[in-house]
Nanobody, 128 residues
Framework: QVHVAESGGELVQTGDSLRLTCAASGLTFSDYIMAWFRQVPGGKREFVAA????????YYADSIRGRFTIFRTFSENTVYLQMNTLEPEDTAIYYC?????????????????????WGQGTQVTVSS
């Protein structure tokens, strides 16, 4: 059973940087797409970034491309989201998600319904 747990969210100022951590366990499938989503109260769960666990390829939402970086470490079974130049519009609950795959064909799902495993979320608040 895959388990993911986020941490690192906090209150920061506009322009600050923050790194979110997603600790994963039970990664016994052939490969995974690991992703970060975010959601504001009353809003839809929005795709932020994804990474192919085995190959390390990445994909980003247009809204954060160039400011956020997703990366992972095998030895620690951890996925990170490095967020730079934060804006108040980045305020949301950030979720880590895992999509087990048998073979990576180059596709990074951006719909939250494609992901089977989710963490509890971590709150990021950016004040102006």
């Amino acid at each position: 059973q895959v388990h993911v747990a986020e941490s690192g969210g906090e209150l920061v100022q506009t322009g600050d940087s923050l790194r979110l951590t997603c600790a994963a366990s039970g990664l016994t499938f052939s490969d995974y797409i690991m992703a970060w989503f975010r959601q504001v109260p009353g809003g839809k769960r929005e795709f932020v970034a994804a990474i192919n666990w085995q190959g390390g390829g990445t994909y980003y939402a247009d809204s954060i491309r160039g400011r956020f970086t997703i990366f992972r470490t095998f030895s620690e079974n951890t996925v990170y989201l490095q967020m730079n130049t934060l804006e108040p519009e980045d305020t949301a609950i950030y979720y880590c998600a895992a999509d087990p795959i048998e073979f990576f064909g180059g596709n990074y799902p951006v719909q939250w319904t494609k992901y089977d495993y989710w963490g509890q979320g971590t709150q990021v608040t950016v004040s102006s």
